[in-house]
């Protein structure tokens, strides 16, 4: 426990070694201690109550709550220490849910979130997570804000814009998608000098158009999940142009036949197209090198064009851009299940294509750890600078508690 304790103070040091003042670096260091105490609840007065001679309740709140230091300055600090032990393959993006039975909170609205699978009374925060096959790492947090509570937003509701000063919402924020957050925080990794070239996420960002052509203007590659209604032509399509005849307006390339659906596409490409891929060991007992089966399933991977209005305007009406569609198609199901697009190379291996499409499994674990073991939705604070608080040190302990699993794990073995 003495280890634990001067590893974990070593480690806070090194986090909050931006702050001017050492009673700032004293209580940044006890909250994250008490997030990793074993117990239920972590919110501020049941952990101080776990903290011993550190338990104070007032100071701890006061750190989390209205302490003015800014947490870009400690997830910076989090990301260079993380980008350094993990030689991150991939940026993962995502959101989950923050469930609230009040509407006092900051951005609380009814919203979807697949922390419940439903609409309902929540905040949503999306996160930016660097990965690996064995090791991830929560570096970058934004609250999500609904229109709601967007005064210049035509679906403001009153009651909800009178809170935002009580919430210390900063005055100029507004609504913005969350594919918008996403490219907002895979910027400001960048500017703290952490650069990963290809970005993982869902289907709720790879079906935004202007997410994906975002992510190309930054050269960075993607594979991303995407719906089933999604369109394109085929990879061997080209555009033709009709003849001209010398009156009114030239006529312009297009495509000859009208795009399909992802699933068509898929589907006309037939079972037979589909290769067995293993991916990862999973948590089931098995055969596998640590004792665990491996992940199997059946892909599909076709070249073909994106269309859709969003593409022809990026790319001036000449030939759509060409790109990896994805699918698994399970022996026993009858169609496919899931798809991916991505923009890697013609030459990538089915193999690569699919254990980074299944690298998001990484940001799900993420998320159950912290919310789990570490508090992460035990945040009773109100306050929009709170809950960036609260989520900063929450990714410190789930880091903490990953540099100590790596340092412990035989050589080979880091992703058992």
Sequence with gaps: MVEVREGLEAFAAEMFEAFTRSDQRRWGQVYVRG?????????????????????????????????PWDPAHVRARLAWRMQTELKPTALIVDDTGFLKDGDASACVSRQYTGTAGKVTN???GVSLHLATDHASAAVDWRLFLPKSWDPASEKAEPEKVARRVRCQIPA??????????????????????????LVVA???YGDATAFRLGLAERGLNYVV??????????????PVTPPYHGRGRPPVARYPDLAKSVKALAVEAGRQAARPVSWREGSRPGRGRTGFKRMYSRFV????????????????????PECWLLAEWPAR?????????????????????????????????????????????????????????????????HAFCTLRRLARAPKGTAAA
């Excluded at 100029?172 to 070239?197: C, F, I, N, Y």
């Excluded at 991977?301 to 759509?320: N, S, Y």
């Design 225 to 238: 999940g995407i719906s089933t209604t999604l369109t394109a032509q085929p990879g061997s399509a080209r």
């Design 122 to 124: 929540c905040q949503v």
């Design 172 to 197: 100029d924020l507004g609504h913005v998608e969350k594919w918008q957050l996403a490219l907002d925080m895979v910027d400001e990794t960048r500017s703290w000098g952490v650069h990963v070239p």
């Design 202 to 204: 869902d289907a709720g």
């Design 301 to 320: 991977a076709l070249r073909i064009r994106p269309a859709g209005r969003e593409i022809r305007e990026a790319t001036d009406g000449v030939e759509l």
């Design 35 to 67: 997030l990793l105490l074993d117990g239920g609840r972590k919110s501020v007065e049941p952990m101080a109550a776990r903290l011993g001679e550190d338990g104070n309740r007032q100071a701890l709140a006061h750190f989390v709550t209205s302490s």
């Design 333 to 397: 199901e009858a169609e496919p299940v899931q798809f991916w697009l991505s923009d890697l190379p013609a030459d990538t291996p089915l193999t690569t294509l699919v254990r980074l499409a299944k690298l998001r499994w990484r940001i799900e674990h993420d998320y159950r750890e912290m919310k789990q073991a570490l508090g992460l939705a035990h945040f009773e604070g109100r306050t929009y600078t709170g809950w960036h608080h609260h989520v900063t040190l929450v990714a410190l302990a």
